[in-house]
């Protein structure tokens, strides 16, 4: 069965306080692997997609990276802007459109 | 452009009752997939619809259903509504273009609450 799991479930930093999120999954074939980042009550907004072992992607101070098991997604420097909640999804190579999540990270950057 | 837009924004209905969301894609999004997000976890798989065709259905009862009209706008109805089907309920439109990608926008959600 394909699984999809985010840790950690929360993560408070301070401001300038780089870290890392992380997203493992056991899926039969993997078509992409997608970031999203979603504030409280709003739909998900578009990160990025990573589509094979290696693939880096960066935006800002976001920098997403893929392995044949997890990917991370590294937040540089953090601003309270920042703040959401962090959600991987996977794609798997038998459906166009599911998007399989995991739980989310959410995140928490103090001044 | 206008990103994918959700009608209505809030929504307040009683057990047994039946509700009907609307969806309207991105312009030239031709896939519209559906989900359903309770508080604490992450969206969970509804429908997929392409070219006004179900391509792709979750693990929900046959209470859910939907369908995709021919400008690529879509309805999800829920019948004989329970408790449990409090949720945010997304749509996302993708332009699922062959040999290309297949990120996925999302709008900003119906909020249901069941009474």
């Known amino acids: 069965e394909d699984q999809v799991t985010q840790s950690p479930e929360a993560l408070r930093l301070q401001e300038g306080e780089s870290s890392s999120l992380n997203c493992s999954y056991t899926v039969s074939g993997l078509r992409g692997l997608f970031w999203y980042r979603q504030d409280p009550g709003k739909g998900p907004e578009f990160l990025f997609t990573l589509y094979s072992a290696g693939e880096e992607k960066e935006k800002e101070r976001l920098k997403a990276t893929l392995t044949k098991k997890e990917s991370f997604l590294h937040i540089t420097a953090p601003k309270p802007e920042d703040s959401a909640t962090y959600l991987c999804a996977v794609l798997t190579t038998d459906s166009w459109g599911k998007l399989q999540f995991g739980a989310g990270t959410q995140v928490v950057v103090t001044p | 452009d206008a990103g994918v837009t959700q009608s209505p924004t809030h929504l307040i209905k009683t057990r047994g009752q039946h509700v009907t969301l609307r969806c309207s894609p991105i312009s030239g999004h031709k896939s519209v997939s559906w989900y359903q997000q309770v508080l604490g976890q992450g969206p969970q798989f509804i429908f997929q619809?392409?070219?006004?065709?179900?391509?792709g259905r979750g693990n929900f009862p046959d209470r859910f259903s939907a369908r995709q009209f021919p400008n690529y706008s879509s309805e999800l109805n829920v019948n004989a509504l329970l408790l449990g089907d409090s949720a945010l309920y997304l749509c996302a439109s993708s332009p699922l273009l062959a040999g290309a990608t297949y990120e996925q926008y999302f709008g900003p959600g119906t909020r249901l609450t069941v009474t």
């Open positions: 619809y392409y070219e006004k065709e179900e391509r």
